[in-house]
């Protein structure tokens, strides 16, 4: 007799996960992770300073999206706080004209991931590079990428000093925060320390003296460059003094007391 029942629970459990596998036994971990929700996560180690290629992905045009992102940085010196830091690389695809990728690199500290590249090997696939100094061993890579998509992440790039030749440049954005502040250049500012200021200046107010002028309080009253060595006062828009090399003219009434 036959117990086709049994027989079909023994093969059930034949195929049935181990809880002391640890998931060990999952045929395909990557998708396994995504069909439930979650990220997928390794570890990665950068020797040397210089270029990585830390990825391969399949990228079709119209569109699909990856980010790559890593937890810590080159060094691990206690006290040395900005080697704790987090770096994110999103890559989007095109429409298809042109064909290719958009690899934007977001930075928040000096010791994370530098930049960033790719190289189209062929159709939609793309090698795509980093640059991080020395000293990032052991980081915590995570990385996902919509269903259309595909990355392989490798747990020790393929290390270049260089930039391959025929790589394209990604774009690196600066999150600034308390340990890495823009300077003010970075933001179009005047230093406390002193610097050069293009264009007229109001105080309080905008300028309609133009030019190398700075204005006080009201639009078309203060001072003019107007010349070499000849420096202008207006009030109310009417010049009524003019200082220049070796005098000066009073245009209008002077009173005293």
Known sequence: MEYVGLRETINRAAGAMQKSQNGDDIPDKTRFART???????????????????ATVFMPQATS???????????FNVGSFEQSTISELV?????????GITATLWKRSPNGVLECAWINTSGDNYDIYVRINQYAYWLIAQYDYTGNANVTL???PEYSETKPANAMNGQTYTLYNSMMK????????LSVNGGRLNGPLGIGTDNALGGNSIVLGDNDTGFKQNGDGILDTFANSQHTVRV???????LGAIRAG
Do not use: C, H
């Not at 823009?182 to 500012?189: I, K, S």
């Open 36 to 54: 439930i929700g979650a990220v997928t996560s390794t570890s990665v180690t950068f020797g040397e300073s210089g270029w990585f290629k830390i």
């Open 65 to 75: 999206t990856a980010v790559i992102k890593l937890y810590g940085g080159s060094g």
């Open 91 to 99: 890559l989007r695809a095109g429409n298809g004209s042109p064909v």
């Open 154 to 156: 490798y747990n020790a």
């Open 182 to 189: 823009p300077t003010p250049d970075d933001v179009g500012a």
């Open 244 to 250: 220049a090399p070796g005098e000066m003219q009073v």
